[in-house]
C-alpha cells in the first residue's frame, strides 16, 4: 500500500487487489478520532451513500470493514483535486442523496 494523502479525519492509501491487479484507493479513519471530533453520523451517511447510488460522478464503494481501530472504505482511485476543497472555499456545502439532480441536491449555507 502507498499513502496518497492525509487529511483531518482519515488517510487514503493506493492498494492493488491481488485478483485483478486493479488499483482501488483504501480510506483509512479512526475511530476514536471520529467519536472525538463527532463525525460518526457523517461517515456513516457516507458510507450509506457510496454504497447505495450508482452514478459516473460518485466514486464506488467496493467494501467497507472495521478493524479494532480503524474504519476502512475501499473505494475507486479517484484525482487529487477534490470538489469538497472548492464548496469548502465558497462556504456551499451540497448534499448528494442521489444523482438525479432535480432530486440528489440540496443546497445548504
Given at each position: 500500500m502507498k499513502p496518497i494523502t492525509r487529511g483531518g479525519f482519515a488517510c487514503v492509501y493506493l492498494a492493488q487487489k491481488k485478483s485483478?491487479?486493479?488499483?482501488?484507493?483504501?480510506k483509512v479513519l479512526k475511530q476514536q478520532d471520529?467519536?472525538?471530533?463527532n463525525q460518526v453520523e457523517q461517515v456513516i451517511a457516507e458510507r450509506n451513500i457510496l454504497a447505495t447510488t450508482s452514478c459516473d460522478y460518485v466514486v464506488r464503494l467496493?467494501?467497507?470493514?472495521k478493524t479494532k481501530e480503524n474504519l476502512c472504505l475501499v473505494r475507486d482511485r479517484i484525482a487529487s483535486h477534490r470538489i469538497s476543497s472548492h464548496l469548502v472555499a465558497?462556504?456551499?456545502v451540497l448534499t448528494f442523496c442521489a444523482?438525479?439532480?432535480?432530486?440528489g441536491v440540496s443546497e445548504r449555507r
Open positions: 485483478t491487479k486493479d488499483v482501488l484507493a483504501i471520529l467519536v472525538e471530533k467496493y467494501y467497507a470493514f465558497s462556504h456551499l444523482c438525479n439532480l432535480g432530486d
